[in-house]
């Protein structure tokens, strides 16, 4: 079966890409490059484009044969989508939009969407489920929201199949191959960590310590990138068993503190990491943590990677190796 991966250029697309293809799927890659690697596309065709040639996505659809489309291509950085909402509505709502439009046209019609927590907003209580209350604080969980909106439409028009997986904190890296986290500029607690640990930072900023939690610091669900990719591989076979639109949260329901994340990047490095404490940011929830077991029953999704110390193991043999990323080995 063959599988259009949008965005599998990028950090969690180029581990799902890998994956499909070694559960026996053909991915063929379509990414811009804007954000992701050519590096980091280890299997599969690749072909560099933008999601939103509706024209270019059609003859993709039809010449490859493709059965299914991961997409992945969203913009997703909280503060630039405060600073340029434009950007992300442009991208996220209406590109994404052109996507779906090329798959009605062809009669592709399975469609796993890579969402996020940010559209739940601050938590009302935790673990947070599917059900919970949706009021997103920024146009990035805004643009998200409004498109799970889009595919829900979809499903009733055309008859579109799709499950939407609502990240958490996607950390590591795959444990067998050559790809890892590579944002410019990076923006995620546990690669700036190592980046500090390797000392391309002086040091850490530690946003906020009288947060309302156990050691003042924000808590929250980190979720190996693994396991994430698993999740979308089980998303794809679900649909290709009948299974109904529906939506699943990926987490590991267990928070950790910001503390606790660079205490033990230190007990793994066996590095020193430098840190200096700054206020909080704005909007920055004390505790966001997912309730996965909607997954885990309806698709027997069983994260392989559940501690702590095994994401950030994953994450450091990954950045000794590309201290530069995908520029520098």
Not at 113 to 124: I, K, L, Q, R
Not at 297 to 302: F, T
Request: one cysteine or more; charged letters at 25%.
């Amino acid at each position: 079966m063959k599988v259009l991966v949008t965005g599998g250029a990028g950090y969690i697309g180029s581990h799902v890409t890998l994956d499909l293809s070694r559960q026996g799927f053909e991915p063929v890659v379509l990414d811009d490059l804007s954000k992701g690697h050519r590096e980091a596309v280890q299997a599969g065709k690749f072909i560099q484009g933008s999601m939103g040639d509706q024209k270019l996505v059609q003859e993709i659809l039809t010449q490859e044969k493709i059965e299914v489309v991961v997409h992945l291509s969203a913009f997703s950085l909280v503060g630039e989508s405060v600073q340029k909402p434009g950007k992300y509505f442009r991208n996220n709502i209406a590109n994404s939009l052109a996507l779906l439009d090329a798959m009605m046209t062809c009669g592709v019609k399975k469609f796993v969407f890579s969402s996020t927590a940010a559209v739940y907003g601050e938590p009302e209580s935790t673990p947070i489920d599917e059900d919970h209350p949706k009021q997103p604080k920024n146009p990035y969980g805004f643009s998200k929201l409004t498109y799970e909106g889009i595919l829900e439409a979809y499903d009733r028009a055309y008859g579109l199949k799709y499950i939407s997986l609502r990240y958490f904190n996607a950390a590591g890296a795959d444990p067998e191959a050559e790809i890892g986290e590579d944002h410019k500029p990076e923006s995620h607690l546990i690669p700036i960590i190592l980046q500090t640990a390797l000392g391309l930072r002086d040091h850490l900023e530690l946003y906020g310590t009288d947060y309302p939690t156990p050691d003042g610091t924000c808590i929250r669900d980190y979720i190996h990138v693994s396991d994430l990719s698993q999740a979308h591989l089980l998303a794809i076979k679900a649909l290709n068993n009948g299974k109904n639109s529906t939506v699943y949260n990926l987490g590991n329901g267990q928070g950790y503190s910001n503390r606790q994340v660079i205490e033990t990047a230190q007990r793994v490095t066996g590095r020193e990491i430098p840190v200096i404490e700054t206020p909080r940011r704005p909007g920055d929830p004390a505790v966001l943590v997912a309730s996965s077991e909607k997954i885990r029953k309806e698709l027997g999704w069983n994260p392989q990677y559940p501690q702590l110390e095994e994401i950030i193991a994953t994450a450091w043999r990954w950045h000794k190796n590309h201290p530069q990323g995908y520029d520098k080995k």
